[in-house]
């Protein structure tokens, strides 16, 4: 459903906001309900993840430091590496198309959400909310999120769906023992945890 129904800009999108949306599971093939889905991603489908993460990433262009961009934000070859890394990648298909993915990675004692993006022409549909609520009922680990400290847009949504901004010093120090990222990053990222 659109939080806010003069955002959503396709079709699908603002269809739901409808009244007759149902869940996947509530069943039925009324004229009008879309099928939706939380599912892992296919091997055949790296490249629409690629895409869309990329131009949902066009957001941080400006925002994040300037040393921390790059183009394309996020490779192919990123992407193969980060699953090899254990990150599993899953999507919120409506009808067929994708519209954001999400990953989740087990570290440790926790597990992390990882590159969680929905494509720029449907975000502020709920898209987001659908994987991280069905990502999280599957685990029983606390759940740690990093992002962008600059990325204020991305901190309000987590902090929305019951996570928290760690301080400073806990960030840091679970930034360094949950995530393999550069030095720059760890500066310039906060975590978020469950509350």
Known sequence: MCD???EC???KARSFAGERERALDSGGDDAGTQRREVRA???DEHAEVLAIINEAAQ????VIPEDRWHEPYFSAEYLESEIAAGVRFFGYEVDGELFGVMGVQDVDD?????HAYVSPRAQRGGIGGRPLRSLLAKTDRPVLIGTWAAAEWAIAFYEKHGFRVTSREET???LKRY???????V????VLAER
Do not use: A, F
């Not at 957001?59 to 400006?62: I, K, T």
């Not at 500066?187 to 906060?190: A, H, K, M, R």
């Open 4 to 6: 806010n129904s003069r």
């Open 9 to 11: 800009s396709t079709p």
């Open 41 to 43: 991603i296919h091997d």
């Open 59 to 62: 957001r941080y262009r400006g």
């Open 110 to 114: 926790v597990t992390l959400i990882r």
């Open 172 to 174: 840091v120090r679970l």
């Open 179 to 185: 995530w393999d990222i550069p030095e720059r990053q």
């Open 187 to 190: 500066e310039t990222s906060v």
